[in-house]
C-alpha cells in the first residue's frame, strides 16, 4: 500500500515537472530587461519648457504629429543634449559612419544578428530546473564572449597607450 502510494505521488511531482517545463514563451530570454516596478520610466521623462500664453489664440499652428510646436519646437535636438550628445553634429556623423563602413556593410544585418542570437539563446537557455525557476542564465550563456577587462588593461598598458583609470579588479 506504502509503495503505491509513493509511486503515485513520484509520477504526480514527476508529470507537475513536466508540465512546469513545457510552459512559458517560446523565444529563451536570458537577461531580465523588462520594466519590474509600478513606478515611472526615468528614461522616458524628460522635463518640458515652460507653457507660455501665445499672443493670439488664432495663431496657433495646426496640430501636426511629429512637427515641432511652440512648446518644444526642436524635440529630437533637446533629446540628443539631454543623453549627452551634440545637437546638430550631423556632418562629424558622416565621417563616422564613413569611417565605418569602409571595408563595406551587411543589408539586413540587425534581422541577421537577431536570428542568431536567437539561435544561441536557444542552445543556451539554461538547464531544465533554470528554466522552470527561471533562473537568470544570460551572464553564463555569454561568459564566452566576455573581456577581461583586467586582462586588456594591462595590455594595453604593456603596449605604452594611454588608458583611463579603471576600478581594481575584485577578488571572487
Request: hydrophobic share 40%; glycine share 8%; net charge negative.
Amino acid at each position: 500500500m506504502k509503495a503505491a502510494r509513493g509511486a503515485i505521488l513520484a509520477g504526480a511531482a514527476t508529470l507537475s515537472l513536466l508540465l512546469a517545463a513545457c510552459g512559458g514563451s517560446k523565444q529563451p530570454e536570458l537577461m531580465n530587461i523588462r520594466k519590474t516596478s509600478e513606478g515611472p520610466d526615468e528614461f522616458a521623462i524628460l522635463p518640458p519648457k515652460p507653457l507660455q500664453m501665445p499672443e493670439s489664440l488664432a495663431a496657433l499652428p495646426v496640430p501636426t504629429p511629429g512637427a515641432g510646436n511652440l512648446t518644444d519646437p526642436t524635440p529630437e535636438s533637446d533629446a540628443i543634449a539631454a543623453l549627452g550628445g551634440k545637437p546638430g553634429a550631423g556632418a562629424s556623423d558622416a565621417a563616422l559612419v564613413a569611417h565605418a563602413t569602409r571595408l563595406g556593410l551587411t543589408s539586413g544585418i540587425r534581422s541577421v544578428l537577431a536570428s542568431e542570437d536567437l539561435e544561441y539563446r536557444r542552445e543556451n537557455d539554461g538547464r531544465l530546473l533554470e528554466r522552470i525557476f527561471s533562473v537568470n542564465v544570460y551572464f553564463d550563456a555569454y561568459e564566452p564572449m566576455s573581456l577581461d577587462q583586467h586582462a586588456e588593461l594591462a595590455r594595453w598598458r604593456r603596449l605604452g597607450l594611454a588608458t583611463p583609470s579603471a576600478p581594481p579588479e575584485v577578488p571572487e
